[in-house]
């Protein structure tokens, strides 16, 4: 069975930094790289960081520098740094198997998605 947990979302002013985090299944976590994605309000669901089994990642231009994802893997774990955080960074914050290949937003075919946690970014 699917599960994923996000935490660590919350109100920061801009500037500010919060450390999301993801507790996956053992299946996913195991066979799958994982990412984070997001959705602001009337806004679709975006990718925004990625990081492999063996540890490579990959970020949206629009965090890149900023963000930094990262993974514990004897914890099933996967984590979202993020540094000099801007009010577009609102948005409720998931984590996911990297979208497949040929699939498209809200849900790039899958079926399971946590509830997400909320990251509110004030000016």
């Known amino acids: 069975q699917v599960q994923l947990v996000e935490s660590g979302g919350g109100l920061v002013q801009a500037g500010g930094s ?4 993801c507790a ?3 299946s996913i976590f195991s066979t799958k790289a994982i990412a984070w994605y997001r959705q602001a309000p009337g806004n679709q669901r975006e990718l925004v960081a990625t990081i492999t089994r ?3 990642t990959d970020y949206a231009g629009s965090v890149k520098g900023r963000f930094t994802i990262s993974r514990d893997n004897p914890k099933n774990t996967v984590y979202l740094q993020m540094n000099s955080l801007k009010p577009e960074d609102t948005a409720v914050y ?3 198997q990297e979208p497949p290949a040929g699939t498209v937003p809200p849900y790039y075919g899958m079926d399971y998605w946590g509830e ?3 990251v509110t970014v004030s000016s």
């Open 24 to 26: 996956a299944s053992g």
């Open 116 to 118: 997400g946690t909320l």
């Open 54 to 56: 063996s540890g490579s």
């Open 94 to 96: 998931y984590c996911n």
């Open 18 to 21: 919060l450390r999301l985090s």
